[in-house]
């Protein structure tokens, strides 16, 4: 890369710390706030599941957001400062908000539809509306500071990445100080450390480069908004594959945030800072357990291009939804005897799990589609799966959290073993039905062509 090709340092500097405290914002509570919940003077077991939900509404109502206000009428800079300091005091204030709520008998007959009814019920509850109103100014941030990246960065193939990795260390460092406060995953003080950060988030925008809507004066239209025109995409039978299978394989990843750290904590297999490994008398904490998930992540990013290069599209993705089924499984066989490599092991296939699965079809999206409507299916690939995936799976694993427990207690290797049976089909029917060698078509697609050129 030539010295002309690569981007001013001080605008690399720039851009990685906005990247760093964004997502240090968010893992200073996403993952320890069951820890909070779950105390008993609080004692909200009940919403884990509509806590878990708000992010993947969000998620689906962004685009909407971006693609009538935030793309059109302000830089992109405003934006991000008043969706961060907006987010910023309402999760400050979530911990005032929280109060003791009790579900309503749910018979096991009924366990699924029930969630969709006790979800209406918690939206009504001030601590999950607080949540929700959070995250639906954070979520459209994830797309902004992308988009102002790739708008400074003179490489972003391959600045991007060294840019972004930032934000992985980020969620590391929210997760590892939530670790060191006194009350660990149950101190209010995640919300407040998150809302402070986002709030000094929204004022650092305002200094970053200018950068004025990208969509000023064009008229946009509901179709682009939604990524209607993407949908001709489905012509092509590999990527209808890829759709359906990166939906479905969203539903269980949905129970790893909401309740790995429950269970790693009910194990006791927890990680003690500064000097213990493992401490089996509660002292540990379980958030800092999990942050071991996104170092493997940034590991295997590292390694990505090299496996990449020797298995192709077809068996990244194979392997990513692998990887779900094993961590699953070593969670359900872990369960009866607290066994700590398994459940370890389990959390370090999360760099597998999200860098082989989404990057790799984030690449296979940017391959398959033609420039004219590339940002309108990468959008509709985060709805599908952040969104209503997500959304449906924190649905689904709330109702099995019900149909697993007994007297009050859960059997976690029942709880784990559904969606590691329910990933392995996932995954078996995706390797059977993902042959993306057939001969080149020629799709039409507004003003380019899809060509079902060969990616495995």
């Known amino acids: 890369m030539n010295a002309t090709d690569r981007t001013d340092p001080s605008v690399m500097l720039r851009l990685s710390i906005m990247m760093f405290f964004q997502f240090f914002t968010w893992g200073a509570w996403y993952v320890s706030a069951t820890g909070f919940m779950l105390r008993e003077d609080i004692s909200m077991d009940g919403l884990v599941f509509a806590v878990y939900s708000v992010g993947p509404l969000a998620a689906i109502f962004s685009p909407f ?5 935030a793309d059109r009428y302000m830089p ?3 934006t991000l400062a008043i969706l961060l300091v907006i987010g910023g005091l309402l999760i400050a204030i979530a911990p005032s908000m929280a109060a003791p709520f009790a579900v309503r008998d749910v018979s096991h007959q009924h366990w699924l539809l029930g969630r969709f009814s ?14 929700l109103g959070h995250m639906l100014c954070f979520m459209p941030t994830i797309a902004l500071t992308a988009s102002l990246s790739f708008k400074h960065l003179k490489n972003p193939e391959k600045e991007f990445p060294v840019v972004r ?3 992985t260390i980020g969620w590391i460092c929210g997760n590892v100080v939530i670790s060191m406060l006194p009350g660990k995953d149950e101190s209010a003080t995640q919300f407040y450390l998150a809302g402070g950060c986002a709030l000094g988030l ?4 305002l200094t970053l480069p200018h950068t004025p809507p990208p969509m000023k004066g064009k008229r946009v239209t509901f179709a682009e908004i939604i990524g209607l025109d993407s949908l001709r995409l489905f012509r092509s039978p590999s990527y209808t594959v890829f759709i359906i299978a ?3 394989i969203c539903i269980p990843l949905a129970g790893y945030f909401a309740y790995a750290r429950s269970y ?8 003690n800072l500064p000097y213990k490994i493992f401490d089996y008398v509660g002292n540990g904490s379980a958030t800092f357990t999990m942050s071991f998930g996104q170092v493997s992540e940034i ?12 298995l192709g599209v077809k068996w990244m993705l194979a392997v990513g939804m692998g990887a779900w089924v094993l961590r699953y499984g070593l969670f359900a066989m872990a369960a009866n005897h607290q066994i700590g490599w398994m459940i370890i092991g389990g959390i370090l296939l999360h760099g597998i799990c999200y860098d082989f699965f989404f990057v790799t079809g984030m690449i296979y999206v940017n391959k398959k589609t033609p420039a004219a409507i590339r940002s309108q299916a990468q959008g509709f690939l985060v709805l599908v799966t952040q969104g209503l995936g997500m959304f449906v799976g924190a649905q689904v694993f709330g109702g099995l959290e019900v149909f697993q427990t007994t007297d009050g207690v859960l059997d976690w290797q029942g709880f784990w073993m559904y969606p590691a049976i329910f990933a392995a089909f996932v995954m078996f029917g995706f390797i059977l039905l993902f042959w993306d060698k057939a001969p080149t078509v020629d799709i039409e697609v507004g003003e380019g062509e899809l060509a079902d050129a060969p990616a495995s």
């Open 65 to 69: 957001f971006l693609g009538l206000i």
């Open 202 to 205: 929204g004022i650092y925008c």
């Open 165 to 167: 990795v930032l934000g």
């Open 118 to 131: 006790t979800l209406w019920q918690s939206l009504h509850q001030p601590f999950v509306l607080t949540l």
């Open 246 to 248: 990166s939906f479905l």
């Open 299 to 310: 590991f295997f990013m590292l390694v990505m291009p090299l496996c990449f290069a020797r």
């Open 264 to 271: 790693v904590d009910a194990s006791g297999v927890v990680f």
């Open 76 to 78: 992109t800079q405003v």
